[in-house]
């Protein structure tokens, strides 16, 4: 374990994406017909088109008329969602031909960053590890409304995918307590839970973006007071630097629990995001170059130290911040640490 470069040493505190209208089927022959003939095909015409009058869309306007059977092909629709040209993780509305969320359920979407991106960070003491830098997103992904709880983490162990987490020791939740957030899991141990799902553990940037939303925040919900409706964390000053207080008096709290601190997407709430839990990145964790950035992933070794964001029931208010940064070796399993997964476009920059 790598110490925080805070005041405060980390490794302690850790611990504990329509069709236009039909042309009309044929037209006046070469041979022209009588004006009797003609006019009595007027008509007739007339009462077809009034027949198929297109009915009001929810707006007031009307469509633009189809064939005959009012209505477009298999195929034509197709060629028009495929025009959307839509990421594995959206989908296609036929009626605005706009790729649109389609994340599994549990999952929330989140939406590419703007083209000037959102600046990362913040100075903390003047320290330059932290330096704010401006990073582009230019995926969209999905994110799990939770962290992973010890019923889904069984799962995956039932299934064969994933190792057992530490169940010895103090405030450890597997596998009684199913609906918190599953604990003392390494790096690799979340890891593979999130492959087996054809997840991946989130970039720190993608965390970062996915709490925020670049809009400078102190928490996921904003930067209201924090208090223990809306997050899992330890008031006040912590008595020691690897203190067991917490809201619920020493451990974390079922996932979900804390509405008013959920981080609110057009699509979805993202719950605990500050607090119960902290969360592994992929990211190996070190300093920042400061300099512009696109689509980061800073993942050169599995071994080492690696990310990990968000706070945890163990931490003061200033250790949930949701630009604080911590680092963990890859093998630290702790009470206070879990993960959440996210799944990328499959065309999305994966770590080399």
């Not at 077809?48 to 009012?70: F, M, N």
């Not at 162990?157 to 307590?177: E, F, H, I, S």
């Not at 409706?229 to 979900?256: H, K, M, N």
């Not at 609110?264 to 964790?285: A, R, S």
Request: include cysteine.
């Amino acid at each position: 374990m790598v110490a925080r470069h805070s005041p405060v040493c980390f490794l302690a505190c850790l611990g504990w994406a329509m069709s236009g209208c039909g042309q009309a089927e044929g037209g006046p022959s070469p041979n022209a017909a009588s004006p009797s003939s003609e006019l009595a095909a007027r008509s007739t015409s007339s009462e077809a088109a009034r027949a198929v009058k297109p009915a009001p869309r929810k707006d007031g306007t009307r469509g633009a008329l189809h064939k005959a059977e009012g209505s477009p092909s298999a195929a034509t629709k197709g060629r028009a969602c495929a025009s959307a040209n839509c990421s594995s993780i959206e989908r296609c509305d036929e009626t605005t031909d706009q790729c649109v969320p389609n994340c599994p359920h549990g999952e929330v979407y989140v939406p590419a960053t703007p083209a000037k991106g959102f600046v990362m960070g913040r100075f903390l003491r003047g320290n330059a590890i932290d330096t704010p830098h401006k990073v582009v997103l230019t995926k969209p992904f999905c994110m799990d409304a939770t962290e992973v709880t010890v019923k889904a983490y069984a799962s995956c162990v039932d299934a064969g995918d994933c190792t057992k987490p530490r169940t010895w020791g103090m405030w450890r939740n597997y596998p009684t307590l199913e609906d918190h957030p599953v604990n003392k899991v390494d790096w690799k141990q979340a890891t593979a839970y999130c492959a087996s799902r054809k997840q991946s553990l989130p970039s720190e940037a993608q965390w970062e973006w996915a709490a925020t939303g670049g809009d400078g925040r102190k928490w996921a919900w904003g930067s209201e007071a924090i208090d223990c409706e809306r997050a899992d964390y330890t008031p006040g000053i912590l008595r020691t630097p690897s203190s067991d207080d917490g809201c619920q008096g020493g451990g974390t709290s079922p996932v979900g629990t804390h509405p008013k601190g959920d981080r609110v997407w057009p699509d979805g709430k993202i719950h605990d995001l500050t607090g119960n839990v902290w969360e592994w990145c992929i990211d190996n964790y070190g300093k920042w170059h400061g300099g512009p950035d696109t689509d980061p992933v800073y993942m050169k070794y599995e071994e080492g130290v690696h990310v990990v964001r968000g706070g945890g029931w163990n931490r003061s208010s200033r250790g949930v911040l949701a630009h604080y940064r911590g680092g963990a070796v890859v093998g630290y399993r702790v009470p206070g640490l879990g993960f959440r997964c996210v799944r990328n476009p499959d065309d999305a920059k994966r770590p080399n």
